[in-house]
């Protein structure tokens, strides 16, 4: 079965910091990987999504994530932390036909002056 | 271009009574999903909708639990009777295509109290 595991519930960064957050995956193949993020009060969004093409993968907002097989990791960065990043974030896999995804834990994200 | 909008964003209800939470997707989209998150915990899917058809309601965790999308536009998730498990956020998304690369939209999510 295909999961990801969120390695921090919450993150706190300085504002112009570089920010980092942590998704081991586990598959048995190539996964589909995702990040998501749900700002207060809104929907999900698509932030990235790596699908083999590319190892280094960008996103939306100056997001980008790298997938590492040999670690089996999926972690997320951004080189400046925005007082307008601070949202919740998930790690997503793509288990199953269709667009059934499983979801991390989530990593709450809060940015300081 | 609108989003999925979904019905009501709260609700509270007392444990025992019907509630029915609708979903509009994206205009021409397919494919429609629910999903929910209880309790701060991980976001789970409930179900999958092509068209009118139901692909995939693997996730549903019980028969207190009844979907439809009649006429494959809308959908409306009913609860009934509903306990006080069951609170928690319903997410509704919608798709193009089924499956390769293609991006989800969520909407915003129903906020369920079941007091």
């Known amino acids: 079965a295909q999961s990801v595991t969120q390695l921090d519930s919450h993150v706190s960064v300085s504002e112009g910091t570089p920010v980092l957050l942590r998704c081991n995956y586990s598959s048995s193949y190539s996964p589909s990987l995702f990040w998501y993020v749900q700002h207060p009060n809104k929907g999900l969004q698509l932030l990235l999504k790596y699908t083999s093409a590319a190892t280094l993968v960008k996103g939306i907002n100056g997001f980008e994530a790298e997938f590492k097989k040999s670690e089996t990791s999926f972690h997320l960065t951004k080189p400046s932390a925005h007082m307008s990043d601070a949202a919740e974030y998930f790690c997503?896999?793509?288990?199953?036909?269709?667009?059934?995804?499983?979801f991390g834990t989530g990593t709450q994200l809060k940015v300081e002056l | 271009e609108a989003g999925v909008t979904q019905f009501p964003s709260h609700s509270v209800i007392e444990k025992g009574q019907t509630v029915t939470l609708r979903c509009d997707p994206i205009?021409?989209?397919?494919?429609l999903y629910w999903y929910r998150r209880v309790m701060g915990k991980e976001i789970k899917f409930l179900l999958h909708?092509?068209?009118?058809?139901?692909?995939?309601e693997s996730g549903m965790p019980n028969n207190r639990f009844l979907a439809e999308r009649t006429g494959g536009t809308y959908s409306t998730l009913k609860v009934q009777p509903a306990e006080l498990e069951d609170s928690g956020v319903y997410f509704c998304?919608?798709?193009?295509?089924?499956?390769?690369?293609?991006?989800?939209?969520f909407g915003s999510g129903t906020q369920l109290s079941v007091l």
């Open positions: 205009s021409g989209h397919d494919n």
């Open positions: 997503v896999v793509r288990t199953g036909g269709g667009n059934k995804l499983t």
């Open positions: 909708f092509v068209k009118e058809s139901k692909q995939d």
């Open positions: 998304a919608s798709s193009l295509y089924r499956g390769g690369s293609e991006k989800l939209f």
